[in-house]
């Protein structure tokens, strides 16, 4: 049950494709005339060769170069199937796949992976540093992976140090960034230890202007720096990997237009505005992957710790700095190599984050309404689970999988304000799940491959961490989303052609959202929703010049039994918000031989999107918007890269962001616009 899959995945939603322009003879005995050979990592049995019945889409660092994607943010360029959108600031980031409700940015649908260790969800979006590929999984993964994940994982895999001894520095220069990534690499014993630095900068010049005068406001830059060790003897049967990594965010990045918008480059003032926007976010991380290859099994663990602080002041003065310490562990055995009759994974997890929230002000001014009295919230969550799928061979075309996940998550809550609207509460429970999953699969000949496949995500109840009144110390219930979908990969004219496909159908039940509690939002269970969707992918090689590549997604995401405190609007039959109903990706790439001079690329690509809501009741709505970028990439030698490129072309102006402030009205954050640069990549 080998799988030409193995190389389809790489369709992924419309990216960049690969290739030339040469005379017919020397095309023809190319070895870029057919599409490359991935394999996906995700499913965790990728020793084995299987075919992964789950949509999945997957990137290389060449895609992700040809596109121009350096952040995890921009991964949407690539992918129709992801949402990411940066609500406020860059820490608050939204990620959503298959219209799975991701409304709360402390409760994501979607987690985030690095090399086996999920990220805090204020580190969702983050460089791309080192990338050898990621890899998208659609849909409830709990069978697979220790952090649930109702609505799918992006799992991001770095390029290992090794004997080779590297250095590899890029410089990007545009009228809208500056950036710098450098790498160096190689062994330290041969054969045995390896290391690698990586430190990585960007910075984003503001443009932003005030009432006041006051211009180049919003600037933004990131700093990171990471050194890894791996200790991975030549024919040994042990590969460990300790990395240490520190990132710095620090920005201006908090202020906000009208909206809809009146002046491109001007911020909306309110009667509030008291004090300079200013957020600095530090990541530390350390984490430990092993993995152990014994007989037909492959035993792996990975450990990790990240302290997060977050340090804030809005421009009302309010300052709410909060900080977040996760324990992680994970355990997982699955088989590797061979041929047997059953394969499968099996895990188990723990994890632990305290979570600290001041409230206090930065300036005096700040009126009663906006700062009820200085205040503590502190809550720990404590999360358990034990998961696996087994894949039984029914025959040479016929595998039959089935997971279970069980779950127990502990959440507690300790808040205390003082001042004259003074108030304290202390309160905890516990929430447990069984997620099922059973999927079918079927090799109808060797180029296609079809599926079917049900599943259930949960995503654990508990408190808000933003307590601001006595609603605070009631806890939401777990939501649960169940998941139908069926599909097909076919791998044709001799790996020219590839084409993957899912339609699906899901529905959540107890869907936690945002309601109005007085003068605040608080989350709360609210009733249901319910999803339609389909996928499609496909990647041609239409010579050994010219690579096609194409991708949609088609999203109906509706709230349903809507149920809520009184004062809140009735939020039956409205859409989901941040799911854009149609969202498409196509491109090409041209490559042309220059003798002795290098080779020439030309990529572009196209990003369309429905229109999509930003708030639950449907009155903020982001409008149909279309993006073309370019580049021309000159290939001088295989150590040197000089790339041109002008993302949105046409410089469309697209809300991103946008929320209401009552009486004063609605605000809004929207795209950089047109971005014109230079790239340099060096390879020392």
Excluded at 109 to 137: C, H, K, N, R, W
Excluded at 206 to 229: F, I, K, P, V
Excluded at 520 to 532: C, E, I, P, S
Aim: glycine share 10%.
């Amino acid at each position: 049950m080998k799988l030409s899959y193995l190389r389809s995945v790489l369709l992924a939603s419309g990216a960049l494709g690969a290739s030339s322009m040469m005379s017919g003879a020397m095309a023809q005995q190319r070895e870029d005339y057919v599409l490359p050979e991935l394999v996906v990592t995700s499913t965790k049995l990728d020793a084995t060769g299987l075919t992964p019945d789950v949509a999945s889409s997957v990137a290389t660092s060449a895609r992700l170069n040809a596109a121009g994607v350096v952040r995890t943010d921009e991964l949407g360029k690539i992918f129709p199937e992801l949402t990411v959108m940066p609500r406020s600031t860059r820490v608050y980031s939204l990620f959503s796949m298959r219209g799975a409700p991701a409304i709360d940015f402390y409760n994501p649908a979607v987690t985030v992976y690095v090399d086996g260790i999920p990220q805090d969800m204020s580190y969702f979006t983050q460089p791309l540093t080192g990338v050898a590929q990621i890899e998208l999984l659609k849909g409830p993964q709990g069978s697979l992976y220790g952090r649930s994940a109702q609505g799918g994982v992006i799992n991001i895999i770095t390029s290992k140090p090794n004997n080779t001894s590297k250095a590899n520095l890029t410089l990007d220069i545009s009228n809208m960034t500056r950036r710098l990534d450098v790498m160096a690499s190689g062994a330290l014993i041969k054969d045995s230890l390896y290391g690698d630095v990586n430190v990585y900068a960007d910075e984003y010049p503001g443009r932003l202007r005030a009432a006041n005068g006051a211009d180049d406001l919003g600037s933004s830059r990131e700093a990171l720096g990471r050194a890894r060790l791996r200790w991975a003897p030549m024919g040994g049967n042990l590969d460990a990997m300790l990395t240490v990594s520190r990132d710095r965010y620090s920005a201006h990045d908090e202020y906000f237009q009208s909206f809809p918008l009146k002046e491109r480059r001007a911020i909306a003032g309110t009667p509030f505005d008291f004090a300079e926007p200013v957020l600095t976010r530090t990541v530390s991380q350390a984490g430990l992957g092993v993995d152990y290859f014994v007989n037909d099994w492959k035993l792996t663990s990975s450990s990790s710790y990240q302290d997060r602080k977050f340090d804030r002041v809005i421009t009302t003065g309010n300052a709410d700095p909060e900080n977040q310490k996760t324990y992680y562990q994970e355990l997982r055995l699955a088989t590797s190599g061979g041929k047997r009759a059953v394969d499968g994974v099996f895990g188990l997890y723990y994890e632990k984050q305290d979570f600290e929230r001041l409230r206090g002000v930065a300036v005096p001014t700040v009126p009663a309404f906006l700062f009820p009295g200085p205040s503590k919230s502190a809550s720990t969550i404590t999360s358990t689970a034990i998961f696996g799928e087994a894949v039984w061979h029914l025959n040479e075309r016929l595998d039959l999988t089935g997971g279970l996940r069980y779950s127990v998550d502990k959440a507690d809550i300790d808040f205390k304000r003082t001042g004259p609207a003074a108030l304290s509460f202390v309160a905890d429970k516990r929430f447990s799940h069984v997620s099922p999953k059973l999927s079918l699969g079927y090799q109808l000949s060797p180029e296609w491959r079809v599926y079917g496949l049900i599943s259930e995500g949960y995503k654990a109840g508990g408190y808000n961490r933003v307590a601001e009144n006595t609603v605070g110390s009631i806890p939401y219930e777990a939501e649960t989303i169940r998941n139908l979908e069926a599909g097909f990969k076919a791998d044709l004219m001799g790996h020219r052609l590839q084409l993957d496909g899912t339609i699906f159908h899901s529905n959540t039940r107890d869907l936690q959202a945002p309601v109005q509690s007085g003068p605040f939002q608080m989350l709360t269970n609210v009733g249901d929703a319910k999803t339609n969707g389909l996928e499609i992918n496909a990647a041609f090689a239409a010579t050994a010049d010219l690579s096609l590549r194409g991708g949609a997604s088609w999203t109906h995401s509706t709230i349903e039994n809507f149920h809520a405190p009184a004062g809140n609007a009735d939020l039956n039959g409205k859409r989901v918000p941040y799911v854009a109903p149609l969202s498409l990706r196509a491109g090409t790439e041209y490559r042309f031989q220059l003798g002795g001079a290098g080779t020439l690329r030309w990529n572009t690509g196209l990003t369309y999107s429905g229109d999509l809501w930003f708030d639950t009741a449907n009155t903020l709505r982001q409008p149909t918007y279309t993006l073309i970028d370019t580049s021309l990439n000159w290939e001088i030698n295989k150590r040197l890269n000089l790339t041109a490129y002008v993302d949105n072309l046409s410089d469309r102006v697209v809300p991103n962001y946008a929320f209401s402030f009552g009486p004063l009205g609605n605000f809004g954050q929207y795209n950089r616009g047109r971005t014109v640069g230079l790239r340099l990549q060096a390879q020392l």
